[in-house]
């Protein structure tokens, strides 16, 4: 098991302070598990999440909403569904009710790819955590929120 305070030689000042920092290089810790895993499939993380909230919608949705149910809600959301595009993977369609609003739907291609992508496979979810300890995390960070 690990100690973060091992692992980059570091005191901290209380754990509150330990804990935040902790937080922080788990964060990207996962960040960089993540860009390996989906490197294979020519996808992002977040490109990865756009095409699971389109699936997820089972409806076209506006860039807006999309980026409102990002985990990651970077100011990019137009580059990176640009890309989706380019990829096949999205499409954009206008509203025939009003020319100003572009709405997004995942593709057959992007659906297809999605089914490719283990979901449950990869060592961060079967995490060493017991069901338990995973409630009382998501409880701790949650109330971190607040």
Known sequence: MGDFAK???SKF????QKALLNIMYTSSYIASFQNDFF???GLSPQQYNILRILRGAKEPLKVQVIKSRMIDRSPNVTRLTDKLIDKGLIERLNCETDRRVV???ITKKGLELLAKIPTNKSKLTKSNLSIE???TLNQLLDKLRV
């Not at 000042?13 to 509150?16: I, R, S, V």
């Open 13 to 16: 000042e209380n754990e509150q």
């Open 133 to 135: 300890e995973a409630e």
């Open 39 to 41: 490197k294979p499939y």
């Open 103 to 105: 709405h997004i739907q």
């Open 7 to 9: 692992d980059i030689n």
